[in-house]
Nanobody, 119 residues
Framework: QVQLVESGGGLVQAGGSLRLSCAVS????????ISWHRQAPGKQRELVAD???????NYADAVNVRFIISRDNAKNTVYLQMNSLKPEDTAVYYC?????????????WGQGTQVTVSS
């Protein structure tokens, strides 16, 4: 059974920091690119950052430099360190991975973790 479980959200003032965690099933963690997404009220879900099994990273322009994605191979966990947070970063944050078989869609989305940035 595949599991991707988010945690670490909360309320923070603008300019502050939060670290999100994504606990991943071992088989998925070792083979798949893991990604963080977010969905703000009234908006579509968007990709924030992703990291390959070898550690190559990719960021959305809106978070580049401010956010850092990393992985702990010993804990099967992917982190999203969010710095210099802005009110526009307020959203529900989700982690996920694309399946390695056709149609290469995402696994079922979890509940996510709420991040609220106050001005």
């Amino acid at each position: 059974q595949v599991q991707l479980v988010e945690s670490g959200g909360g309320l923070v003032q603008a300019g502050g920091s939060l670290r999100l965690s994504c606990a991943v099933s071992r088989n998925v963690f070792s083979l798949n690119t893991i990604s963080w997404h977010r969905q703000a009220p009234g908006k579509q879900r968007e990709l924030v950052a992703d990291i390959t099994p070898r550690g190559r990273t990719n960021y959305a322009d809106a978070v580049n430099v401010r956010f850092i994605i990393s992985r702990d191979n010993a804990k099967n966990t992917v982190y999203l360190q969010m710095n210099s947070l802005k009110p526009e970063d307020t959203a529900v944050y989700y982690c996920n991975a694309k399946k390695l078989q056709y149609p290469y869609d995402y696994y079922p989305w979890g509940q996510g973790t709420q991040v609220t940035v106050s001005s």
